[in-house]
């Protein structure tokens, strides 16, 4: 998903077990043959070192691009990573995204939907989306790695807190434009500038930036827990915190952990902390006969 956020779109290829072992796969004097076919995720072209870097594949001779890596090989200029396991899962929750022609601004190149990708945008120009508390907080820190960041709301007024909109209005590198829409993403191989439209008058015109950010809200998948969990308004899990049990709810042995109930931080790494609470608390739960 990673690779999607940043721009970089993947492809996938396919290797049956029967062409495989078409050929002598040798290893370590040890002749070797396939069972099941090879998928590998590609990456290739000007992506290529940025891509190793994210990926952890660090080729020992990544100018000559020639010798096999434990975990991924180098040949004519592309990373070859290999995929152990392909699956597919249906999404059930809702996605909150803008829609422009042609494009999904989820793997639109150079399109990322969250501050956790600013540092790779340090420098450039880069446009926000959205009015509220969300969009305020993610503009405020990119202001802080970008050259310019340019809020795009289609009022003319924000529902952010008062507090968040003045620390906004203070930043000098922060540009505000009301009254407009995201009517396109241009560029080829990344984002080159985004078309924004005005929706009182219809005008148009092109903002030269390197990266859209998403900030037009989140919606908790909880709705499977209606009626059993206390859920506030805006449809996340009410934590019930004790002094033994911090991830607790209104139902004894049920525990909340990640983003269901987390609407601050909602990151990877707070939701991974919160899912450890969780698996201790259920544990202390568990031993104490519950």
């Known amino acids: 998903m990673i690779l999607l956020r940043l721009g970089m779109i993947p492809i996938i290829q396919r290797q049956s077990a029967r062409s495989l072992n078409r050929s002598k796969n040798v290893l370590d004097g040890r002749r070797i043959r396939f069972r099941h076919d090879r998928f590998q995720l590609v990456v290739g072209g000007a992506w290529l070192a940025r891509a190793s870097e994210i990926l952890g594949v660090k080729h020992p001779l990544l100018s000559r691009r020639t010798r096999s890596h434990a975990h991924g090989w180098i040949r004519d200029g592309y990373a070859y990573l290999p995929i152990f396991q392909l699956g597919k899962r249906r999404y059930s929750g809702t996605v909150h995204n803008i829609a422009v022609a042609g494009r999904n601004t989820y793997v639109t190149a150079g399109t990322t939907v969250h501050n956790c990708d600013g540092f790779f945008f340090k420098g450039l120009d880069v446009v926000v989306v959205g009015g509220g508390d969300t969009a305020m907080e993610e503009a405020l820190y990119l202001s802080k790695l970008c050259k310019t960041v340019t809020m795009i709301h289609r009022r003319h007024e924000f529902r952010a807190s008062k507090i968040m909109q003045d620390r906004l209005f ?68 009410l934590v019930r915190s004790t002094e033994e049990f911090r991830t607790a709810t209104n139902l004894p042995g049920v525990f909340a952990a990640g983003d269901v109930h987390d609407h601050r931080y909602r990151q990877a790494v707070s939701a991974a902390g919160f899912g450890c ?3 201790l608390d259920a544990e202390r739960w568990l031993q104490k006969g519950g």
């Open 277 to 279: 609470m969780a698996a």
């Open 170 to 237: 203070a930043t000098p590198n922060i540009k505000v434009i009301w009254d407009h829409v995201v009517d396109d993403v241009l560029g080829e191989k990344k984002v080159e500038s985004v078309r924004i439209k005005n929706v009182k008058t219809g005008a148009t015109q092109a903002l030269k930036v390197q990266g859209l950010f998403i900030a037009i809200g989140h919606t908790p998948a909880t709705d499977l827990f209606k009626g059993q969990l206390d859920i506030d308004p805006r449809g996340y899990i």
